[in-house]
C-alpha cells in the first residue's frame, strides 16, 4: 500500500482525493490535514503513520502550500505532488516555486464525480502517484552548500569520467558549426531545472531556445508566463507557424507536438491516437536534426522513461553539440539514463554547468561578430 498524507483546506476537495486513491485498490490515506500548519504538525509527529507521498494544495489559509513544501522538505525526504486549480498565474507561481523547493510535479485537481473527465482524470492521477511514490527524495541543501555546489559546478567524477568540452573545443566547434537553436527536452523535476539554465542567461543570448516539458494538461501557458518573469529571456507559447527569433524562449503547448521547419519556423504536429507522451522530446529532437543538423545544441534534463533519448543520439550524428543532465542533479536519472546507455551525449552536467556551456557558446558567437566588424 502507498501511504499518502492529504493536505487541502477544502473538505470536498480532501473528500475527492480520498475516494480516488480509494479506487486504485492500493493507496491508503493515512492523513488528512486542513492547511499548512496542520500538515507540518502531522509529518513532525513520530507517533503518526508516515506518508509515502503527499499531495499539497497552493492557495490555503495561514501558510499556504509552497511555504509548507519548503518547510517540510528541509526535514523530511518525501515526494510532495502539488494537487491545485492553479490556472491562474498567481497560484501556478506558487506551484512553479514549490518545485524549486524539492515538489515533484504540480497538477490541476480533477474534475467532480459528474464530469465526463472524471474516470479519466482520476486514473492519471492515481498512475502519477504510483510512479512518484517510489521516487526517492533528496535531502535539500542550505543556502551555503547550495551556493557551493553552484560554484564547483562540474562534479570530481564528472571530471574524470565525462571529461567536459573545454573552453577552446566549445569555442572551435561553435566557429565551425555557427550554432542556430537550442533545443531543451524534460519531464519530471524539469521546469525548476530548465529555469536554473534559463535564469544565468542573458537577455540578448543570440539563439531561439525551443522546450518540450512534460506538464500537467493547462499548466504550459504559466510555465512560459514564470519562465519569462524569473528570467532574462523573453520566453512565451509556442504559435503554430511562428517564425523564431533570438534572444526568445518558446514552451511547446499542451497536447500537441512542437517541431521545427524550415526556415527558422515552429510547427504543432497532431499526435497519433495512441501515443501516451504529447507533446515528445522525440519529434522535437528529430526536427532539429533534420533541419539544423551540426549547427544545434540538444539538452535532455530530469524526467521519467526514455523520452528524447534517441532523439539526442541522432542530433549528435549529426553533429550537433548534445548534453545531458547528470544523475546528482536529476530529480529522476530516466531519460537522461536512456541517453547515457546510447552514449547520446558529450557529456552530463548539473543545470548550471549547463548553462555555462551555453555561455561559452554566447561568447564565441560574439567574439566572432567583433572580428568580423
Known amino acids: 500500500m502507498i501511504k499518502v498524507l492529504i493536505v487541502d483546506d477544502s473538505i470536498v476537495s480532501r473528500q475527492l482525493l480520498k475516494y480516488i486513491f480509494y479506487l486504485s485498490g492500493d493507496i491508503d490515506v493515512v492523513a488528512e490535514a486542513k492547511d499548512g500548519t496542520e500538515a507540518i504538525r502531522i509529518i ?25 513544501t519548503k518547510h517540510i522538505l528541509e526535514r523530511h525526504p518525501v ?26 510535479a504540480a497538477v490541476g485537481k480533477p474534475p467532480g464525480f459528474g464530469s465526463p473527465d472524471f474516470y479519466q482524470k482520476a486514473r492519471e492521477l492515481i498512475d502519477l502517484i504510483k510512479r512518484i511514490s517510489g521516487i526517492k527524495v533528496k535531502p535539500r541543501p542550505s543556502t551555503a552548500e547550495l ?13 574524470v569520467k565525462q571529461k567536459p568540452l573545454s573552453r577552446d573545443q566549445l569555442q572551435t566547434w561553435a566557429q565551425q558549426n555557427s550554432p542556430g537553436i537550442v533545443a531543451i527536452g524534460a519531464s519530471t523535476g524539469g521546469p525548476p531545472a530548465i529555469q536554473a539554465i534559463l535564469a544565468r542567461l542573458p537577455a540578448d543570448f543570440p539563439l531561439p531556445i525551443v522546450i518540450v516539458q512534460h506538464i500537467a494538461s493547462g499548466l504550459a501557458k504559466n510555465f512560459a508566463e514564470w519562465l519569462d518573469k524569473t528570467c532574462p529571456l523573453h520566453c512565451k507559447l509556442s504559435e503554430e507557424s511562428e ?18 521547419a524550415y526556415p527558422d519556423t ?14 515528445a522530446a522525440e519529434v522535437l529532437f528529430h526536427s532539429v536534426a533534420e533541419v539544423y543538423g551540426a549547427r544545434a545544441i540538444g539538452i535532455l534534463l ?14 549528435k550524428k549529426a553533429g550537433a553539440l548534445t548534453i545531458a543532465q547528470d544523475r546528482e542533479s536529476s530529480v529522476v536519472y530516466g531519460m537522461p539514463g536512456e541517453a547515457e546507455k546510447l552514449e547520446a551525449a558529450c557529456c552530463y552536467l548539473p543545470p548550471e554547468s549547463i548553462a555555462k556551456i551555453l555561455l561559452e557558446i554566447y561568447n564565441a558567437a560574439r567574439k566572432e561578430k567583433e572580428q568580423t566588424r
Open 266 to 279: 515552429l510547427q504543432f504536429q497532431m499526435p497519433d491516437a495512441n501515443e501516451l507522451i504529447v507533446p
Open 302 to 315: 530530469t524526467g521519467m522513461g526514455r523520452d528524447g533519448s534517441r532523439g539526442l543520439l541522432e542530433l
Open 147 to 159: 551556493e557551493g555546489h553552484q560554484k564547483d559546478s562540474v562534479h570530481e567524477s564528472q571530471v
Open 44 to 68: 513532525n509527529d513520530r507517533k503518526a503513520p508516515r506518508p509515502d507521498i503527499i499531495t499539497m494544495d497552493i492557495e490555503m489559509p495561514g501558510i499556504d502550500g509552497y511555504e509548507t
Open 243 to 260: 517564425r523564431m527569433r533570438p534572444n526568445t524562449v518558446y514552451i511547446a503547448p499542451n497536447d500537441i507536438h512542437l517541431k521545427v
Open 79 to 104: 515526494p510532495i505532488v502539488i494537487i491545485s486549480n492553479a490556472m491562474q498565474y498567481y497560484s501556478a507561481e506558487k506551484a512553479f516555486r514549490a518545485m524549486q523547493a524539492g515538489a515533484i
